[in-house]
């Protein structure tokens, strides 16, 4: 078990691409929908990964996650997962002492992007870069579950 | 991915015990509820084991398994899945070319005891010992995802 502590911001400008590393295609859906804890199969360029969350309290929650054969999670996401699927670009940046993951969604989602950090506990200090805009930890539109219920471009803005 | 085919049946009488191997002790819980698709988590005497299942139809259904650390077996089980968890002793008959599984199942679910075999196709010709009574393979209430919600000893007889 990993206790996941995290913080999420919107992106600004696009300063971000000249200093991220080269990303990885993902494809991600749900095998739950129900309130408590969350059930996500993910493709991430050619690994398969099923993941366990439980439900998040302020920043944290807890995460199991597993690595399962890239064929057999594509099966699973095409023919047990909620459709339609979430995709997404994803860009690492690292900034010593931290990485930064930069998620360009594509498909029902694209034009939002969102960037991630991982923090080894939820006090920690952060520096954010010029391109880092206004935080959505908290905000559970963002959350990629909800995202999958309902696209982005569908929001109202 | 597996394709199960299973078919399964109510015990009679205790013939059954003098040929069985030694029962290995399981609990199992579930994390989703959902029409669909069942997300289960198990302990196997000292094995972890995450398993997802599609609907079934007719006795076959869609199984993926695998393998997970059996202390998160536990934290996922005790934290995270519906409750109270199935608990049962599983007993291995074989009979060659098959293999029987009797479940005794204890807890809430105390009283009951089923078998299982799995065959390679769905018209497979089987050859039903003594000790088996009435077959309940399509029969909804059997199954550890119902008993789960409605435990056997809360069955109006």
Redesign the interface.
Known sequence: ?GLEIERKFLVQGLAWREIAEPGVAYAQGY????V??S?RVRVAGDQGF?T?K?ATIGISR?E?E?W?PVD?AW??LK??CYQPLIEKTRYRIPQSPLVWEVDEFGGDNAGLVLAEVELSHSDQELILPDWIGQEVSQDHRYFNSYLNQHPYQQWES
């Not at 095998?31 to 129900?34: I, K, M, S």
């Open positions: 078990m095998l739950t929908r129900e408590g804890r059930v099923l366990i439980s807890q199991y597993y399962i057999e099966e699973l023919n047990l």
